[in-house]
């Protein structure tokens, strides 16, 4: 089936979640986070996701941006940094401020031309995705930004996925989900969306009962994906 719609996770897929503790640790003054801030964002970046599922599992629904501060709060004690308010609130603004990956712009627009619609798909609370949007200058190039605010789960529910038809009213066969997560990669595959999984870290595959489609490391070639007639296995 021809694929119409392109729907991306939003944080790992289009905004760099590593660029907030990146960008704060070159900053004057932060010698104590420019010694570890990998680790910082790695740790960040892992709690976040964990407390979203655990969360989903528990059905104790709360906001992103209130699991993105606790992933965060957890962080800042497993690298030594608890305490500093300064550095805290720092981080969190710069997180409302992501930077896109290079490509991102240029791919989006490259997919409207072949007349793909285009969307967000994310856990992201809609204040957060507004401001990501806003900041990376790509709102021109989207037609939908859809939060799970609307359904009070995090993914990978099926709720979650349900949000793409009712908003394009299309099939599920018709879309190419593009996230940066294997495991929603795996899970949007099994529900019956066409994937591609971007895998920057070159990780495994999850073993799980979906599997995506397309295997590449950054979203350079995504718009191939969606020419009428691509449905092969790729790995790149």
């Known amino acids: 089936m021809t694929i119409t719609t392109a729907v991306f996770d939003a944080y790992g897929t289009l905004f760099d979640v590593t660029a907030a503790a990146r960008e704060a640790a070159a900053e004057p003054g932060r010698t104590a986070l420019a010694d570890n801030w990998p680790a910082l964002a790695a740790h960040w970046r892992t709690k976040q996701l964990q407390y979203t599922w655990l ?88 037609d939908a930004v859809l939060s799970v605010d609307s359904v009070g789960i995090f993914k990978p529910a099926a709720a979650v996925y349900d949000l793409v038809g009712a908003c394009f009213g299309c099939e599920r066969q018709e879309v190419l989900f593009v996230s940066s997560n294997g495991w929603d990669a795996c899970c949007a595959a099994a529900y019956g969306f066409t994937t591609a999984w971007v895998n920057r870290a070159g990780e495994p595959t999850d073993r799980l009962p979906g599997q995506p489609m397309h295997q590449l490391p950054d979203l350079t070639c995504i718009p191939q994906f969606a020419e009428p007639g691509y449905g092969k296995f790729h790995n790149l």
Not at 80 to 102: K, N, S
Not at 120 to 137: F, K, P, Y
């Open 55 to 142: 969360r989903a599992v528990t059905g104790d629904h709360t906001d992103f941006w209130s699991v993105t501060c606790d992933g965060l709060d957890w962080a800042l004690e497993a690298t030594g940094l608890a305490g500093d308010t300064d550095l805290r609130d720092r981080l969190l603004q710069l997180y409302r401020e992501l930077t896109a990956y290079p490509e991102v712009p240029d791919m989006l627009a490259q997919l409207k031309s072949m007349g793909i619609a285009t969307a967000i798909l994310s856990n992201g609370s809609t204040e957060m995705l507004d401001a990501a949007v806003r900041s990376a200058g790509i709102g021109d190039r989207l």
